[in-house]
């Protein structure tokens, strides 16, 4: 037996009693080894967009889910809590797509965040004149970064740039950020410190900071040069993480090798337990 469709609004983030946000869209999803993952295609770009030109009304949090956000999500109940509090959680890899039709949603694509969406987005954007801050990599990194992307967008307003220690802030330092952030008036922050910090670092901010925050792992270092894109027949057939397994062996290998053969095994089990359950 398949669950049955979700047709609630997606859960907000927790962010206390004052919390006075708008509705978020409607949208099914599923859990996927525990973790939500959202059925949403074509729309994600105009609805992140939109949050962010509404803000400082709308403060939200965006996750992008693959396999190595799943594990962890499995591994530890406290991450898993914080994706699922997001208020999108979208199915960045391919095998996400798979895990949503295997579990009765017809999803079409991935909605890849570091580069196509995350362009899509900027560009509405600069349009709108909404304002967008970058808050992660290394300094070279986001000069690189900026650089390119007024190149591309040149109407974009990047009113906020932070390159964080690869250490926990103090609590002072974090105040420091939190009201330079709100100072300078950005609508989205994008988060790129990696999986699972920055998904992490989001649900620890929600209710601190008006604005919305999205995490896109390795989009830094694709806007800002220093990495490419995997081919596109790759990643259509979701073998993208083989190609960034051999550019970057030393710092992935453990993830993908640890990762994502307990994650086929895993949730194999989900969907046969799913259509078979137990009398």
């Known amino acids: 037996m398949r669950p049955p469709k979700s047709t609630s609004p997606l859960p907000s983030a927790a962010t206390g009693a004052g ?13 996927v080894l525990g973790m939500r993952v959202d059925h949403i295609e074509a729309p994600a770009a105009a609805l992140i967009a ?36 997001a208020d999108l959680v979208l ?5 996400m797509v ?15 965040v570091s580069t196509d969406l995350l362009r899509e987005i900027i560009g509405v954007c600069a349009d709108r004149h909404v304002k967008v801050g970058l808050y992660g990599g ?15 967008f040149p109407d974009l307003d990047l009113a906020f740039s932070h390159s964080p220690p690869f250490r926990p802030l103090t609590p002072e330092e974090d105040a420091a950020v939190v009201r330079e952030i709100a100072a300078s008036g950005v609508g989205l922050l994008l988060i790129g410190i990696g999986c699972p910090k920055q998904e992490r670092w989001m649900a620890a901010h929600t209710g601190r900071l008006d604005c919305v925050m999205m995490g896109v792992g390795a989009a830094f ?12 027949w790759m990643r259509d057939r979701g073998l993208e993480w083989v190609y960034r397994l051999v550019c970057e062996p030393r710092r992935l290998w453990r993830r993908y090798l640890y990762h994502n053969p307990r994650f086929i095994v895993l949730f194999a089990t989900q969907v046969l337990r799913s259509r078979h359950p137990a009398p």
């Open 19 to 31: 919390d006075t946000r708008p509705p978020v869209a409607v949208a099914p999803s599923r859990r």
């Open 50 to 85: 939109g949050w962010s030109a509404a803000a400082p009304s709308s403060a939200r949090y965006v996750c992008g889910a693959n396999v190595h956000m799943t594990m962890v999500a499995h591994d530890d109940p406290t991450f898993k809590d914080a994706v699922n509090a």
């Open 91 to 95: 199915p960045d890899g391919v095998p």
């Open 98 to 112: 798979w895990a949503l039709r295997a579990l009765g949603l017809q999803q079409k694509r991935r909605v890849r």
């Open 138 to 152: 290394t300094p070279q990194t986001l000069a690189a970064m900026t650089a390119n992307l007024l190149t591309a």
């Open 221 to 232: 270092d694709l806007l800002a040069g220093k990495t490419r894109n995997a081919p596109l």
